[in-house]
């Protein structure tokens, strides 16, 4: 064994460093005369791993036994999580102390198992240490950068402490200062960094062409995306065709780009070829996996395209049983989104009332479900029925305050839910509602360790407009709670002001951290506002109907009688009389003549209450009209005798 140690030693030190084939030809040559080498496995190992072998490297350590992986946990943690075994190279990783190398692998595999908080400390604890070697203290920049920037993708940023100034003199750290903005939805400023990283990426001397142009590959998938989300399609589509999908060496990023040009520039004229192609996509393996947030969208986007196919019983097959294995209520962006999948399949992609229809069921039986909840009331706001709305969302909250779990009170204070239900009750004028529920969330997370200060500071401007001394009082806790937070923040300083102006007036010392008035009015013409006027509010539909009521304690006005139009005749003479028959019917006044033959003799047998003469009778003016009215009778009943035979027959 010692021969074959020196032997090796002695070609160690005739070989190049980079020479990696000869070191591990060498020592191949070397354990045949000593299989068990312990330092000849060792540089084996070392060398399979300068070679990107990793599942040989991770072989030849089992190979080795116990003794060859007590002699090189290091090597070893880096083979397994280089072979996806992020668990176990971690665990193996946090056993080695006084190693920065270890420090590395582990950060890594913290980044990679989405533990991001555990990343950023650790790349923290390395940039605070003097002890770098070589280009360590960029690669700590990025890869700190990195976790910076998943950790808004995955909805953590409050887990980790967001950086005040950092330099993007790198293509890499201005790239993940992109992505980071991306996430919290800051697209223009994302643009113009991926531009710079761009830009930095091709003035870089250090990389060869054709490293560059692999570099430039996942800056250009990414500048699609957010090119596509600010509506800039053409120009999209015109970077798109200039990106190869199959050019990518990364896996991961290779596949993302497929799934984006699918999703975003299919032609959705023809959707079964779009879901035939996102269907024939290259897979990944496990070595190359996804991170969770991108892994749901894929999802969520091949659920999408089986819509447009008419593949409604599979996906609301596929998205129940993923609701069913989840619990319930959520604020996870990806499940609450599966719920709206599972409830557009249900309703056959239809809106208005026949989505209506098809949703209530499905929300009597998940009465906690607030993504289907979302998706009812959005449908009934764009058929115009605010009350409907309001009413669904409010059994939503009924169902969530009446739950003892503590995780359920977070949900039901979500800032989205609070920011809905509060837009909601303003659409209607409902003031006091408003405040009511500002104050029952700033109650709810004021005590709370991980509190959402968008909605603390909401709440507590909504509270310092009200009149009520317990609201003003629970708004001087919230602005005091966020000065002390970080005092450096306008806002809580301006808010924490006006919360104590009416109680300290010593307090006021702290606006000289504030822009001044005159600096905020400077832009402002004071004579064009007067002349403007002042606008009046519109009111909602409750204050309308208050504002129509008669207050109870408000006097009782004398009501103002009507004066009517005169209806006299323009030609009227007050000297005339009026005829006395001008209130009768037209044919019962002593002045009417009727027209025609049969109009007159008609007249004739009236006698309009008028004398009858003598020797008339009321069948006619001679006694022969009797006469007459008898023989007619007779020849009538003569002849309904003879139809009545007729008819027995």
């Not at 005739?14 to 496995?41: F, G, Y």
């Not at 001044?516 to 009111?539: F, N």
Request: charged share 25%; with cysteine; proline share 3%.
């Amino acid at each position: 064994m010692t021969s074959g140690t020196q032997s090796l030693n002695v070609l160690l030190q005739r070989t190049s460093i980079d020479d990696h084939e000869e070191i591990l030809k060498a020592c191949n040559v070397s354990l045949k005369q000593s299989k068990k080498d312990p330092r000849t496995l060792h540089a084996k190992i070392v060398a399979l791993l300068k070679l990107d072998r990793y599942e040989d490297a991770l072989r030849v350590s089992e190979e080795g036994g116990d003794d060859v992986k007590k002699e090189i946990p290091l090597e070893r943690s880096y083979a397994l999580y280089k072979n996806g075994q992020l668990k176990e190279a971690k665990s193996i990783a946090e056993g080695i102390t006084n190693d920065r190398g270890a420090r590395h692998v582990e950060a890594q595999a913290s980044y990679r198992l989405e533990d991001f908080r555990q990343a950023s400390l650790l790349y923290k604890d390395l940039a605070q240490t003097n002890a770098s070697i070589g280009n360590e203290e960029n690669d700590i920049r990025i890869n700190s950068g990195a976790a910076d920037a998943q950790s808004d993708w995955s909805e953590q940023r409050c887990l980790v402490q967001r950086k005040t100034s950092s330099r993007e003199d790198l293509f890499e750290t201005a790239y993940n200062a992109a992505c980071a903005s991306i996430a919290r939805g800051d697209l223009v400023q994302g643009e113009l960094l991926l531009q710079k990283s761009r830009d930095l990426c091709n003035a870089s001397g250090d990389l060869t062409e054709g490293e560059k142009a692999a570099e430039l590959l996942p800056i250009q998938v990414q500048r699609i995306y957010v090119l596509s989300r600010l509506g800039k399609i053409i120009d999209a589509e015109r970077l798109a065709s200039q990106v190869v999908p199959e050019d990518i060496s990364d896996a991961s990023t290779q596949y993302i780009a497929q799934n984006n040009s699918i999703s975003a520039f299919a032609d959705l004229k023809n959707p079964y070829m779009a879901n035939r192609l996102l269907n024939t996509s290259s897979s990944i393996s496990d070595t190359d996996r996804l991170f969770t947030y991108q892994s749901d969208r894929v999802r969520e986007n091949a659920f999408a395209l089986d819509l447009l196919v008419l593949k409604y019983a599979g996906v609301a097959k596929s998205t129940s049983n993923i609701l069913t294995e989840q619990p319930h209520p959520t604020i996870s962006t990806h499940l609450n989104m599966i719920s709206i999948l599972n409830a557009a399949a249900h309703a056959q992609n239809r809106l208005g009332q026949f989505g209506i229809k098809h949703m209530v069921p499905l929300l009597e039986k998940r009465p906690l479900d607030v993504g289907l909840a979302m998706v009812i009331v959005q449908l009934y706001m764009l058929t115009n029925n605010h009350g409907s709305a309001i009413t669904v969302l409010e059994s939503l909250l009924k169902h969530l305050e009446a739950s003892t779990t503590s995780n359920h009170q977070d949900v039901r204070f979500a800032p989205g839910l609070v920011a809905t239900t509060v837009s909601l009750y303003k659409l209607q004028g409902r003031k006091n509602w408003v405040k009511t529920e500002l104050a029952k969330a700033a109650s709810h997370w004021r005590h709370k360790s991980k509190a959402p200060t968008s909605l603390l500071q909401a709440a507590g401007l909504g509270l310092l407009e009200s009149n009520k001394a317990e609201d003003q009082a629970l708004a001087r806790e919230i602005f005091a709670t966020l000065h002390e937070q970080d005092p450096n923040t306008r806002i809580a300083t301006a808010g924490y002001v006006a919360a104590h102006a009416l109680t300290s007036h010593s307090i006021a010392d702290q606006a000289q951290n504030l822009t001044p008035t005159s600096r905020l009015v400077a832009s402002i013409d004071v004579s064009a506002l007067e002349a403007a006027g002042v606008p009046q509010p519109r009111l909602g539909p409750e204050a309308q109907a208050a504002s129509r009521k008669r207050a109870l304690d408000e006097a009782s006005k004398p009501t103002k009688k009507r004066t009517r139009k005169s209806r006299l005749p323009k030609d009227y003479d007050v000297s005339k009389t009026a005829d006395p028959e001008r209130w009768l019917p037209l044919q019962e006044r002593s002045s009417y003549r009727p027209k025609g033959k049969k109009g007159r003799q008609k007249a004739a047998g009236l006698t309009q209450g008028g004398v009858e003469k003598e020797g008339e009778s009321a069948n006619g003016p001679s006694g022969k009209g009797s006469e007459g009215v008898i023989k007619a009778t007779g020849a009538g009943a003569t002849s309904k005798a003879k139809n009545k035979k007729k008819s027995k027959k």
